[in-house]
């Protein structure tokens, strides 16, 4: 009689194909999850954006002007660690400092709010390549969302 032996253990070729199916596998959900990440604090962002706008317009109606800098009214840093920044359009002459589209219009005539992004980096055209992450606040605050869709 013969006898029948039957496998037991997964041979070598079999834990190596599990090991790379499981590898990409992990490459591809680690890359949406840091995508989804990524979105959510634009989502953040935004949200801050539009309560800091609340604290300002509250501010205006008890005090009757615009403020000066957010000092004072216990703003969080962005999702990036960053301080939002602020600038009242008052306090400035000419167009230096204030944020300009691609036609070099300024974003806002009373003030500007934006947060500089991932890259913590800004500068005054949103055309340019450090600007296109910001989230920013344009129209007087028609719109909030990525500088890059503005």
Do not use: C, H
């Not at 070099?104 to 949103?126: A, E, I, K, Q, W």
């Amino acid at each position: 009689m013969k006898k029948m032996y039957y496998q037991q253990a997964f041979t070598l070729i079999e834990l190596m194909l599990t090991l790379i199916i499981l590898a990409i596998l992990a490459s591809v959900s680690y890359g949406a999850y840091q995508s989804f990440i990524e979105q959510a604090k634009i989502g953040t962002a935004i949200g801050d954006i539009a309560k800091i706008e609340v604290l300002i317009e509250r501010e205006i109606t008890n005090s009757g002007v615009l403020p000066l800098n957010l000092n004072g009214m216990n703003i969080p840093n962005d999702p990036w660690g960053n301080p939002y920044q602020f600038l009242n359009m008052s306090t400035v002459r000419g167009n230096g400092q204030k944020r300009k589209d691609r036609n070099l219009v300024p974003l806002n005539t009373d003030y500007d709010l934006y947060s500089s992004g991932p890259d913590g980096r800004s500068v005054s055209p949103l055309t340019a390549r450090s600007s296109r992450d910001d989230i920013i606040r344009a129209n007087n605050g028609g719109f909030i969302g990525k500088a890059e869709d503005y």
